[in-house]
């Protein structure tokens, strides 16, 4: 299924008798001592290439660990391998590497650019994975594995040894079968952090205890038409599922009025266009030839767009970042779909060029989320007519992931759609 960029067959046998000798020794380190999880290939690991799906860091082998790997070795989780992405963490994986297969089906789309980690998960090849969000890179490969992945907070989770896309951006996250599960590796790794300044420094939560108790009383809004304008009908029907199954525990349905998202949508190329250009500018000098065409291209973009113009673009998330923040003093969460169609084909992106209109729904649930920072969860939700699965998302304040774990363990003890998994074969 093309899940990993490397498997760390060697390294992960000797971590495995490690944690077998502590473990019968007494000395456990909590829920992740001996568990297989995998890391997405855009995070640093000591000896091991780290390639970020692209060739120009094809050589890169770097001499210290991503804080993320680290504190994932620190809780005693076994590295097993590095999971393939898209080039640069953008939207198409370049022309040399070998895309990552859907599961289910190998003619449906695995979301970008997370999708080794989703497909790992998803296949049993992990317990679970680390992944990364800048548009929704989590949330996609999730919904279209039939798999659970948290987009923290902007600066949850330390961004050291961790290739960047566009920094202001880049989410670090999880994914995982379960929220439970999603939640116990973002609290390995989430936390303050001297290497990285943006790293914040709010309390983790134990998000293992997240299962316990119920959610009666919990406030989840709905903004009616954001809901539905433009969502095709099996989407829409696991989303109203969905929140039927929340009202049945005891949430509280609140209808909202979300902010309109079209500026923000808008706004995300030019914005990871600009970061993108900095972040390679070297590279991009120096081996142009190395680059595929379309990470190339929103390089060359971000070269175009103006001191002022990224001023603006900056201006405007500030004031969406405040808008959406807003809202919570109503409401817990927020339900959402992750896209406003159902499972897509790998025939149908192949149309991208000729539907311009189709990034644009694509991106009208996930990205605003990135430019405003705040966390989010998805989780499958239903099935598709042609059996592929279908995700949504629940969104929450600033920080506050163990509301959203606590909503989705609810949802997922009175629900089976994520204990159902892709065929082997």
Not at 198 to 205: G, K, L
Not at 392 to 411: C, D, I, P, S
Request: with cysteine; proline share 7%.
């Amino acid at each position: 299924m093309f899940a990993y960029a490397q498997v760390m067959d060697t390294s992960a046998l000797e971590q495995a008798k490690v944690a077998d000798e502590e473990i019968a020794a007494g000395r456990h380190r909590g829920p992740l001592h001996g568990v297989p999880v995998a890391v997405k290939d855009l995070c640093w690991v000591e000896g091991v290439p780290s390639r970020a799906g692209t060739l120009v860091h094809h050589d890169f082998i770097p001499d210290e660990n991503a804080t993320v790997v680290r504190r994932l070795r620190q809780a005693g989780a076994i590295i097993i391998g590095k999971t393939q992405m898209t080039e640069g963490a953008y939207s198409d994986y370049h022309p040399a590497i070998t895309p990552s297969v859907n599961p289910w089906n190998a003619d449906y789309w695995t979301g970008i650019s997370s999708s080794g980690s989703a497909v790992a998960a998803a296949a049993g090849l992990c317990f679970g994975a680390i992944a990364s969000d800048t548009g929704g890179s989590i949330r996609w490969p999730s919904a279209a594995n039939g798999v659970t992945g948290l987009k923290p907070t902007w600066g949850r989770v330390s961004r050291h040894g961790v290739f960047d896309l566009a920094p202001s951006l880049d989410h670090i996250g999880t994914i995982a079968r379960s929220a439970v599960d999603a939640g116990i590796i973002l609290a390995a790794i989430a936390g303050a952090d001297p290497k990285d300044p943006t790293a914040a420094a709010q309390p983790v939560p134990d998000f293992a205890s997240a299962s316990r108790g119920g959610i009666g009383g919990l406030r989840i809004g709905l903004d009616p038409r954001w809901n539905s304008e433009d969502v095709e009908p099996q989407t829409q029907a696991a989303l109203d599922d969905a929140a039927v199954v929340f009202s049945d525990l005891g949430a509280l349905m609140v209808e909202i009025k979300f902010p309109d998202v079209g500026q923000a949508v808008s706004d995300w190329v030019p914005n990871c266009a600009v970061e993108a250009a900095a972040v390679h500018a070297r590279d991009f000098a120096e081996n142009r030839n190395l680059y595929g065409p379309i990470l190339a291209g929103v390089i060359e973009m971000g070269r175009t767009v103006s001191e002022a113009e990224y001023q603006q673009i900056l201006l405007r998330r500030a004031i969406f970042r405040r808008e959406v923040e807003a809202l919570f003093a109503a409401v817990d969460l927020i339900l959402t779909p992750v896209q406003p169609f159902a499972p897509l084909t790998l025939a149908s992106l192949a149309t991208l060029g000729e539907q311009p209109d189709l990034i644009a729904r694509l991106q009208r649930y996930t990205c605003p989320l990135d430019m405003s920072g705040h966390p989010a969860l998805t989780f499958p939700a239903g099935f598709a007519r042609d059996g592929m699965p279908i995700g949504v998302q629940l969104l929450a304040g600033q920080f506050q992931e163990l509301t959203l774990v606590r909503a989705v363990a609810a949802f997922q003890e009175h629900t089976t759609w994520h204990q159902r998994h892709p065929a082997k074969g």
